[in-house]
């Protein structure tokens, strides 16, 4: 054996090659081989119980301190140890290099820091027994009751968890798993609560989670549709199924557009009916048999009593019901837009200009409908310079009457307002209609009574004629004939 590539350790005394050696830079070769370095050191937390000294100063007093047992490893158990101060109220930790070195630190590295704040009767034990009780560690009468450390508690049904005194104490909060704050397997889980949902887990753990949780999970029916997400609280509170099964996603050859409704599916314009139900409200572009422009709608509004808008007439179709083509002279007048895209009852505002140049905005239905102009070129009020008419109309529960110099456009005017046309007279001379109707509204509002907020209208039950020429008796107006009231008027 070749003594320069081995070494003889020291601590376990066995030969080594060099490389099991750890080496400085400057070529210094550790006594020991690596693994006795690594046995024995503190960064590793498998420290020999054997090799530690502290073991032997347990039960033991140093100072005003008794070392008591060695704490837990997951809060540093081979750097720490639990102490007991001699006053009996308080145990906390001390670090393992100052239990093994005591003349090297100050004295008040040995006595409770804490012993003197902790008044007799504002103990945790005093003031909270039960939650005195579920304390693990401490004795509860050595800690404050509103203390802000974190302890260890033990719940009367045996789960372990830490809180914060002052949150026990204080704010009144009880186990953690108790309360359903975090899961605990085996205990307040989904698989525990929910099991019928639970077995359509998909991929994940059931068991790991709680069943109000927010995350998304992938989930599988018991039919073995294809996987679909949805969260925990979704499944649970809002009690959601396989979308599949509800119907709400198709299955191809199932429940599809394609396979119920194939007339419907001809329809679809570049998209596969197949992959749609026909309830669904995503919006899809559809073309009818005549090879209309496509228009967008959703499956679910196909299959109510709507089709194609060009064929039903709700969109223009260039060449046979746009405003160009039904009313060239009205459609020269837009401004800005075409015509022959507009529909001629279209409630659309657009801008419209006159040949005097004047620009105004409304509805192709008003222009249409009302033949309505340019409201700057246009005459407004009643001129008693003009011919003029006197009207009769009635409503459900009203009548009225009126005048005005363009019957035809009046006349359309409170139809849309749900007026019908009883009876008219005319024309006459603007002057002499317009004394009669004087003294007709005198007559009404003081005999018969006028509709609130009206100067022409009145109730059915108060009064109904069905000629201008009863009306005219009923307010006593004294003529020999139509002709001779108007003109005794002149």
Not at 29 to 53: E, L
């Amino acid at each position: 054996m070749d003594e320069k590539k081995y070494k003889l350790c020291r601590a376990c005394k066995q030969k080594f090659e060099i490389s099991k050696f750890k080496k400085k830079k400057n070529g210094y070769i550790y006594p020991r081989c690596n693994a006795c370095i690594y046995k024995t050191s503190n960064r590793t937390g498998k420290r020999d119980q054997k090799q530690d000294p502290v073991k032997e100063l347990i039960d033991k007093k140093i100072g005003e301190i008794i070392i008591r047992k060695r704490g837990p490893n997951k809060i540093d158990g081979t750097h720490r140890y639990w102490v007991e101060c001699t006053c009996e109220r308080l145990c906390f930790l001390k670090k393992r290099n100052i239990l093994l070195n005591p003349e090297k630190f100050p004295d008040n590295e040995f006595r409770c820091l804490f012993c003197n704040q902790v008044k007799y009767g504002e103990d945790l034990e005093s003031l909270f027994p039960e939650v005195a009780k579920e304390l693990r560690w401490l004795n509860p009468s050595r800690i404050s009751a509103f203390s802000s450390s974190k302890q260890e508690f033990v719940c009367s049904i045996g789960h372990q968890y830490t809180a914060v005194v002052y949150d026990r104490t204080k704010l009144g909060r009880n186990c953690i798993y108790c309360e359903n704050n975090k899961v605990l397997p085996g205990f307040n889980s989904l698989k525990v609560r929910y099991p019928e949902i639970a077995k359509e887990a998909f991929g994940w753990e059931p068991d790991h989670f709680l069943p109000g949780g927010h995350g998304r999970k992938e989930w599988r029916c018991s039919k073995k549709h294809p996987p679909f997400p949805a969260s925990i609280k979704q499944r649970v509170a809002k009690k959601t199924k396989c979308p599949y099964c509800a119907g709400q996603k198709a299955i191809k050859g199932v429940n599809d557009i394609k396979t119920l409704l194939p007339e419907l599916a001809k329809e679809a314009y570049k998209w596969d009916p197949s992959e749609l139900t026909p309830n669904s409200g995503i919006s899809r572009l559809w073309q009818c048999s005549k090879k209309h422009p496509p228009y967008p709608a959703s499956p679910d509004q196909r299959t109510r009593p709507s089709g194609c808008p060009y064929c039903s007439g709700r969109e223009p179709i260039i060449g046979e019901n746009d405003l160009q083509t039904e009313y060239p002279e009205i459609a020269a007048e837009a401004y800005n837009w075409d015509p022959s895209t507009v529909k001629s009852r279209s409630g659309l505002k657009k801008d419209w200009i006159c040949q005097k140049g004047h620009i105004w905005p409304a509805t192709p239905d008003s222009r249409v409908g009302m033949s309505s102009g340019c409201p700057f070129c246009a005459d407004y009020g009643f001129n008693r310079e003009d011919p003029a008419w006197m009207y009769l109309m009635i409503r459900p529960g009203e009548q009225q009457f009126g005048i005005t110099n363009h019957l035809e456009i009046r006349l359309n005017t409170h139809k849309r307002n749900g007026w019908r046309k009883q009876d008219f007279i005319g024309p006459y001379t603007g002057d002499s209609v317009f004394i009669i109707e004087n003294k007709i509204k005198k007559w009404l509002r003081l005999e018969i009574g006028l509709v609130p907020g009206r100067h022409e209208n009145w109730y059915l039950n108060k009064l109904r004629v069905e000629k201008l020429q009863e009306l005219f008796n009923e307010a006593k107006l004294i003529f020999n004939s139509t002709d001779d009231l108007f003109s005794r008027c002149d």
